[in-house]
C-alpha cells in the first residue's frame, strides 16, 4: 500500500499546488463571477493586440511597450496576490486601486505621445510623479509575478543610482537626481521601456503563444509517448525518458519549475517505481528540466533577448547553443546509465511501451518546431517566423481528430499565451530597471574591471588570471541567477557579470568572442535552478520524489556537472559553438568532448563494466577533463588514459560483475 502510494502519479490540483509553492508566475488567484469574465477577456485583448501588430507592424517604441506593460500590470494586480497565503478567491480593493494606476500610468504615453517626444529638456512635477508611480508598480508587479530576488536587485541599483557620490572607491559616480533617475527610467528607452521590455512585447511573446497553441495539440503528451518510445526499454528507461522529454518540453516551456512538475508529475514515480532512490529521481528531473533552457530552438524565450544583448542573428545563436545542449543532456543520459547499471536495473516492461504505430500517427506534431526552424534559417524575421509557426500549429492540427484545435482550444491557447507572459513582461520590465542603472552610472564596466584586477592580484600568470576571472563570472552569475526565472536571469548576468569577460578581451592577449561570452553568463545563470541552497527546480522535483531538497540539488548538481565544465570549454574553445573552426575540427572536438563526458560521469557515479574505487574514480575524472580541455596535448593524453582505462574495465568486468550480483542477492534477501 505504502509503494503504491509512494510511486502514484501526480493529479493536476497538486501539481498545481507545487507549482504555486516553487514558481512564483504561477502563484494566481482563481476568482470567478464577473471580475473573472474581465479578466478572460483583458488576457484574450492582449494577445490579440499582440498578434495584430505581429502582423501588421509594431507601434512606435514607447507606444508598444507602454501598451504592451500596461497589460501586463493590470492582470498583474488582478490576478497574483500581494502575499501567498492570502484568499485566491477575492480580490481586496487596493488591487483594484494598483490595477487601475497602471492603466492610467501606461496610458500616460500613448494619449500625451506627441507632446511627450517634441518636450525638450528635464521632467514636469506630474510627469516624475507618473513615473515615480511607474517604477513602484513594476517593482511591485516583479515581486508578485517573480519573486523578491529581482525585486530586490532593481531596488538596490535605484538606491546606487542616488547615492552615487557616497559610495566607496570604484564604485563612486557622480549621482542622479530624483528627477533624472525617474526621467531615464519612464521617459527614456534607458529603463524601464529599454530593450528587455522591447523583446518581451515584439519576440517574446509570439513565441510563448506559439507554444500556447502547441499545448492545445497534445504535443506535451505526444513528447512523453515519444520519448517512452525511444528510450523506455533501454537501461534505467525511465530516467532517460525524464531526460528525452524534459528536453523536448523544457525549450517550449520558458520555465524550469514548470517543466519539472509538469514532466517529473509522470516520470519521477516511473523511476521511483523501477527502483531509482528518491533524491536521484528528483536530480534527474531537475537537472533535465532546467537543461531545457539552454536548448534550442526556443531555449526558454533567453534566444530572442541574446539576439539584442549580443548582436547576432537568432541562427548563429541556436546553432552555438547546439553542441554545448548536446554534451549537456549526453552528461546526464551518461550518468543515469551508470546509476542504472550500478544498481541494476532494467527498462521499462513491453506493455508499459507506446506501440510504434500510435507515436508514428501524431509524428505531424512536431511540424510546427520545425517549420520555426525553417522559417529563421531562411532569413524571416522573428515575429514573422512566430505568426507562422502558429498558422503551421493549427493547420498540422487538422490532421487529426485527438488533435485538432478547435475554436474553443483556439481561445484557451490565446488566454494561456498571455498569462504566461505575464512574468515575461514583469521581469523584463524590472530588468530594464538594472540595465538603466548599469547605463547611467558605467557600473558594469567598473565591476568587469573590478573582478579582472582582483583576479590579476592574485594569479601568477595571465592563465591564472583568466581562470580565475572566469571563475569569479561563474560564482556571481549562479548568485545573481538564483530565484530568477530564465528572461530575467539572462537580463541581469549580461549586465552585471558579462563585462568582466568582456573587460578580459582588453587586460589580457586573448580575443573571447562577444557570444562565448553571452553563452557564459547564460548557463551560469540557469544552473543556479539546481545550484543549492536555492534550487527551485530541485525543490520542485523534491516535493513529487518525497526526497531531501538539498540532496536532490547536490545530486542534480553531479548529473549537470557538464553544465560547470562547458562554458569553460567554449570560452577556451570557441571551436564548440561553431562560431570558429572547420568541420572537422568541431567535429574532433565533439567527439573528445563526448568521451571525456563518459570517464567524468563514470568516475561521479563510481560505476563502468563494474564498480570502481576511489582512486579509480579520481583517474576517470581526471581524464574525462584532459579529453573536455580544449588543447591537443590534453587531449592526446586524456585518449591514451582513457583507452587503458576502458581496457582494465573490460578485463575485469567479470570479477565486478559476481560480486554486484552477490551484493544484490544479499540486498535483496535481506530485504
Not at 108 to 126: A, K
Not at 412 to 425: D, F, I, M, Y
Request: with cysteine; charged share 10%.
Amino acid at each position: 500500500m505504502s509503494k503504491n502510494k509512494e510511486t502514484k502519479q501526480l493529479t493536476f490540483e497538486e501539481q498545481q499546488e507545487l507549482m504555486q509553492k516553487y514558481d512564483a508566475e504561477s502563484n494566481t488567484r482563481n476568482v470567478g463571477g464577473f471580475i473573472a469574465k474581465v479578466i478572460f477577456f483583458v488576457l484574450i485583448a492582449f494577445s490579440l493586440f499582440q498578434i495584430y501588430t505581429g502582423v501588421f507592424g509594431q507601434q512606435t517604441a514607447y507606444i508598444q511597450r507602454t501598451v504592451h506593460l500596461g497589460f501586463a500590470l493590470t492582470l498583474i494586480f488582478l490576478l497574483f496576490p500581494a502575499r501567498r497565503k492570502t484568499k485566491r478567491q477575492t480580490i481586496p480593493w487596493y488591487d483594484y486601486a494598483l490595477a487601475s494606476l497602471s492603466i492610467v500610468v501606461c496610458g500616460y504615453w500613448p494619449v500625451f505621445y506627441e507632446s511627450l517626444v517634441q518636450q525638450v529638456g528635464g521632467i514636469d512635477g506630474t510627469q516624475v510623479i507618473i513615473g515615480g508611480v511607474a517604477v513602484l508598480l513594476v517593482l511591485e508587479a516583479a515581486r508578485r509575478a517573480v519573486g523578491m530576488p529581482i525585486t530586490i536587485i532593481a531596488g538596490l541599483f535605484l538606491v546606487y543610482a542616488i547615492l552615487g557620490p557616497f559610495m566607496p572607491g570604484m564604485l563612486a559616480h557622480r549621482g542622479l537626481s530624483f528627477q533624472q533617475l525617474i526621467q531615464s527610467m519612464f521617459f527614456t528607452t534607458e529603463g524601464i521601456l529599454g530593450t528587455p521590455l522591447q523583446v518581451s512585447s515584439t519576440y517574446i511573446f509570439l513565441f510563448l503563444l506559439f507554444g500556447a497553441f502547441l499545448v492545445q495539440t497534445g504535443v506535451g503528451n505526444y513528447f512523453n509517448d515519444l520519448a517512452i518510445s525511444i528510450a523506455g526499454r533501454r537501461i534505467g528507461g525511465p530516467a532517460k525518458v525524464a531526460i528525452f522529454s524534459s528536453a523536448l518540453n523544457g525549450t517550449i516551456s520558458g520555465s524550469s519549475v514548470a517543466n519539472t512538475v509538469t514532466t517529473g508529475a509522470y516520470t519521477i514515480p516511473m523511476m521511483k517505481k523501477l527502483g531509482y532512490k528518491k533524491d536521484f529521481a528528483g536530480a534527474v528531473e531537475a537537472a533535465a528540466s532546467t537543461g531545457g533552457q539552454i536548448m534550442p530552438p526556443i531555449m526558454g524565450a533567453a534566444a530572442f533577448l541574446m539576439i539584442e544583448f549580443a548582436g547576432e542573428s537568432y541562427w548563429n545563436i541556436a546553432k552555438a547553443a547546439t553542441i554545448p545542449a548536446i554534451l549537456y543532456f549526453s552528461g546526464i543520459w551518461i550518468m543515469t546509465h551508470f546509476e542504472a547499471k550500478r544498481m541494476g536495473l532494467l527498462g521499462l516492461p513491453k506493455e508499459e511501451i507506446p506501440s510504434k504505430i500510435s507515436v508514428l500517427k501524431k509524428i505531424h506534431l512536431l511540424l510546427p518546431i520545425l517549420a520555426i526552424v525553417y522559417f529563421l534559417f531562411i532569413g524571416i524575421s522573428v515575429e514573422r517566423a512566430a505568426i507562422y509557426g502558429i498558422i503551421a500549429t493549427i493547420i498540422v492540427s487538422l490532421f487529426r481528430k485527438d488533435t485538432r484545435i478547435t475554436p474553443s482550444k483556439f481561445i484557451v491557447a490565446l488566454e494561456s499565451g498571455a498569462r504566461t507572459a505575464l512574468g515575461v513582461a514583469a521581469a523584463t520590465a524590472c530588468a530594464g530597471i538594472i540595465v538603466g542603472v548599469v547605463t547611467k552610472t558605467g557600473l558594469g564596466l567598473k565591476l568587469g574591471n573590478g573582478l579582472v584586477s582582483i583576479a590579476g592580484t592574485i594569479a601568477g600568470s595571465p592563465e591564472i588570471q583568466l581562470m580565475l576571472t572566469l571563475f569569479f563570472t561563474m560564482i556571481t552569475s549562479i548568485i545573481i541567477g538564483m530565484g530568477s526565472p530564465t528572461t530575467a536571469n539572462y537580463i541581469i548576468t549580461s549586465t552585471i557579470a558579462l563585462p568582466a569577460i568582456i573587460a578580459l578581451n582588453g587586460e589580457l592577449d586573448v580575443a573571447i568572442p562577444v557570444l562565448a561570452a553571452h553563452m557564459f553568463v547564460f548557463y551560469f545563470g540557469i544552473v543556479a535552478d539546481i545550484t543549492p541552497p536555492v534550487a527551485l527546480a530541485a525543490f520542485a522535483a523534491s516535493g513529487i520524489s518525497g526526497g531531501d531538497p538539498i540532496r536532490t540539488g547536490l545530486n542534480a548538481s553531479k548529473l549537470a556537472i557538464a553544465a560547470f565544465i562547458i562554458p569553460y570549454m567554449f570560452v577556451l574553445n570557441p571551436t564548440l559553438l561553431m562560431i570558429e573552426g572547420n568541420f572537422l575540427d568541431i567535429g574532433w572536438s565533439l567527439i573528445t568532448a563526448m568521451i571525456g563526458m563518459v570517464a567524468v560521469g563514470a568516475g561521479l557515479i563510481g560505476f563502468w563494466y563494474r564498480k570502481i574505487n576511489w582512486f579509480e574514480r579520481i583517474i576517470s575524472v581526471v581524464t574525462g577533463l584532459l579529453l573536455m580541455y580544449p588543447e591537443g596535448y590534453s587531449d592526446t593524453i586524456g585518449f591514451i588514459a582513457f583507452v587503458i582505462l576502458v581496457a582494465i574495465q573490460f578485463m575485469t568486468k567479470d570479477k565486478g560483475q559476481n560480486n554486484q550480483r552477490g551484493n544484490l542477492e544479499k540486498a535483496g534477501s535481506a530485504g
